[in-house]
């Protein structure tokens, strides 16, 4: 993305900078600007530097860190590592959780989120909970976060179970045999 759509992209806004200058390139520019953007931060959002360098544990502390300052919700990150998972595993965890904590922040208004995984052994477990509304899986459609959820645990070859209670929260549980 970064090497070839962005450079593209930049290679048509320096040949719109070239044209004669009418009202209607601004608005032409400014729409090359912004995919530009876009092109930028799905690129950097495919493989957290984070993640990376430092590990699961240090990107999903810096994935919920702004939630407690800008949301003002308690979130424990709790953990237990006896063995370690490849690093496409790791990614597709931490994606899985990003994805989880999105979908609580905007559906589940909570006050308090916990985040808890171990692995010892062959077993790699992570749980992901919140206190807040809940919902009723007879009347619950699930849309693309989840389904999304799913597909990434499939991949790595993990299980997963949501048991949601109205007003009582969802818990997320996945288990992956290493």
Known sequence: L??????KLNIVKLQMHQLEM?????TIIDQLDNCIQISRDISHNLK????????????????????QTKYQTEVNVLYD????????????????CQEAISNIVKH???KKISIDWHSSGSIFGVRISDDGNGFDENKFKSGIGLNNIASRLKVVGAQHRIKSTHNQGTPLKVVKTL
């Open 81 to 96: 590592i006896g063995s370690t998972l490849n690093s496409e595993d790791e990614l597709h965890v931490y994606r899985v």
């Open 22 to 26: 009418k009202k209607e390139n601004e």
């Open 48 to 67: 957290s530097p984070i993640l990376e360098k430092f590990g699961l544990l240090a990107a999903i502390k810096d994935l919920v860190q702004p939630l």
């Open 108 to 110: 589940a208004d909570p």
């Open 2 to 7: 970064h090497d070839n759509l962005t450079a």
